[in-house]
C-alpha cells in the first residue's frame, strides 16, 4: 500500500529517502500519517530531516483541523459522492413513482365501484327513460385513459456528472523528461503544463518526490498548484485503485449508502493558507 509504503520509508537509515518521504506526506495532506510522524521527530537527529518533519506537521494538523481527509478527498475527486447522490435520488423518485401509481391505481378502482352502482341504477333508468341518461352517466365516470398514462410516465433523465470516475492501474512509465521539463523550463506555463502530464499521461508514484519538491520549491504559484494537484492525483488514484482491489471502496460505498446526503455534502477541500509556515529544502 503507498501509506505503508511512505511510513516505512520515513524509518530507513537514508536521510535523504526519509526527508522525501516526508515531503510528499505533507504534499498530499496526508493526516493519516500525523502519528507516525510525530514518533518520527522523537527520534530524528538530522537538522533538514527534523525540519521537514515540523514543516509537514504544522502542515498537516491544519488541514485535519479544516476536516480534509484522504478518503473524502477520493470521493469527492473521482465523483463516488455524486453516484451516491444520484443514487439516492433515482431511489426516491422511483418510490414517489410507486406511491403514485399505488395512488391511481385506487382512484380508477373506486371510479369502476362508483360505475358499478352507477350502471345498476341505470338499468332500471334505462327501462323507464330510454338510453340518454344511461350514456350521459357512462361519460362522466370514464377515467381519461390518456391522463393514466401520462402521470405514470417518470422523468427518467440521465444525471450529468454523476457517473464515477474509477481508478487506473499506476505505473512504472518513464518521467525524466516531464521531470526535467518541471525543473528546467524557463516558463511557468510549460512547468505546470509538465506537472500535470506526470500525473495525468504517466501516472507513476516514483514522480512523487519531485512534485513535492516543485511544490516546496518553485518560485511560481501556478507552478507549486499544479505541482501539489498532480502529486495528490497520483496518490489519490493509487489509494482508490488499492481499495477497489482489496474490496475496501465496496465496502465504503455500501456503507455510505443509507447516509448519502451527510457524506456527501462534508466533502471538503485542502484549505489554501494565508501564511503557511516556511517548508524545508529537500
Known sequence: MILDNLLSVVQQTDAIQRLNAIIVLGTVDEVEAIPALIEAFRSEREPDVKQALVWAG?????????????????????????A??????????????????????????????NLKETLTGTAVSTALFGL?????????????????????????????????IMPTRPTDGEIRIYVRRLHDEKDPAKRATAAQNIARVVNNPAALPDLAAAFIEDPAQAVKDAAQQAAKEIYWNAVYWEMEQDGRMKAEIERRGGGVGESASSTAAAPSEANPPQPPQP
Open 132 to 164: 340518454t341518461g344511461f350514456m350521459s352517466g357512462m361519460g362522466g365516470a370514464a377515467p381519461s385513459a390518456a391522463d393514466f398514462i401520462s402521470s405514470n410516465l417518470g422523468s427518467d433523465r440521465p444525471q450529468h456528472g454523476s457517473q464515477r
Open 58 to 82: 504544522k502542515r498537516l494538523q491544519s488541514v485535519r483541523q479544516s476536516g480534509y481527509s484522504t478518503l473524502e478527498a477520493i470521493f469527492q475527486h473521482f465523483r463516488i459522492d455524486r
Open 84 to 113: 451516491l447522490a444520484a443514487d439516492a435520488d433515482e431511489r426516491e423518485r422511483r418510490l414517489l413513482d410507486q406511491m403514485k401509481y399505488k395512488s391511481e391505481m385506487e382512484h380508477i378502482q373506486r371510479q369502476e365501484n
